[in-house]
T-cell receptor, first 115, second 115 residues
Framework: DADVTQTPRNRITKTGKRIMLECSQT?????MYWYRQDPGLGLRLIYY???????NKGEISDGYSVSRQAQAKFSLSLESAIPNQTALYFC??????????????FGPGTRLTVT | AQKVTQAQTEISVVEKEDVTLDCVYE???????LFWYKQPPSGELVFLIR??????QNEISGRYSWNFQKSTSSFNFTITASQVVDSAVYFC????????????FGKGTHLIIQP
């Protein structure tokens, strides 16, 4: 089973709708991240969370909100979806080992289309 | 703020040719980590390599090799004897020690290997 899962994997929604993307992990990591990928722009950080009580904005947080329901779950919400939020969304987790050297583990991605 | 530049938007070569993907980074920190990821057409991110700023040794893994040069702030990736299965988008990324802000990605290079 995958260590980092995202649901749904694909979603088509209409402008103005509220939508939630969910991320779950079984790695026991404290840190979780949401990234957005647009063609030709690479991945950009939306939000990140160091633990359930610590949530931080990333580079492009406008139009998004997040919820860290538990150590293993980190959800991304679009309160009122707009077409330019059409993108591929990735969740990631990490767990620092104290030396500064650690991996980020990515989920499989959620492809969101806003019409 | 840190920055990663992948100047090659798209590269097309014929199978069995060698190809080098360029990555130039900017950071004021002395401790940092560099990554390469592969994104095949299926969309998932596949981790290829991590290199810390204190280790300038080149690395070879099968047909893949990486050349890290701090003097030019570059971390280039070479595929030897390319194969059609190497066709993908390749991302270079940077993380600072502690990684509070997650990864900073380049915009990616789309590599097309023609049979």
């Amino acid at each position: 089973d995958a260590d980092v899962t995202q649901t749904p994997r694909n979603r088509i929604t209409k402008t103005g709708k509220r939508i939630m993307l969910e991320c779950s992990q079984t790695k026991g990591h404290d840190r979780m991240y949401w990234y957005r990928q647009d063609p030709g722009l690479g991945l950009r950080l939306i939000y990140y969370s160091f633990d359930v009580k610590d949530i931080n904005k990333g580079e492009i947080s406008d139009g998004y909100s997040v919820s860290r329901q538990a150590q293993a779950k980190f959800s991304l919400s679009l309160e009122s979806a707009i077409p330019n939020q059409t993108a591929l969304y990735f969740c990631a987790t990490s767990d620092p080992d104290g030396t500064g050297d650690y991996e980020q583990y990515f989920g499989p991605g959620t492809r969101l289309t806003v019409t | 703020a840190q920055k990663v530049t992948q100047a090659q938007t798209e590269i097309s070569v014929v199978e069995k040719e060698d190809v080098t993907l360029d990555c130039v980074y900017e950071t004021r920190d002395t401790t940092y980590y560099l990554f390469w990821y592969k994104q095949p057409p299926s969309g998932e991110l596949v981790f290829l390599i991590r290199r810390n700023s204190f280790d300038e040794q080149n690395e070879i893994s099968g047909r893949y090799s990486w050349n890290f040069q701090k003097s030019t702030s570059s971390f280039n990736f070479t595929i030897t004897a390319s194969q059609v299965v190497d066709s993908a988008v390749y991302f270079c990324a940077l993380r600072l020690r502690g990684g509070a802000d997650g990864l900073t990605f380049g915009k990616g290079t789309h590599l097309i290997i023609q049979p």
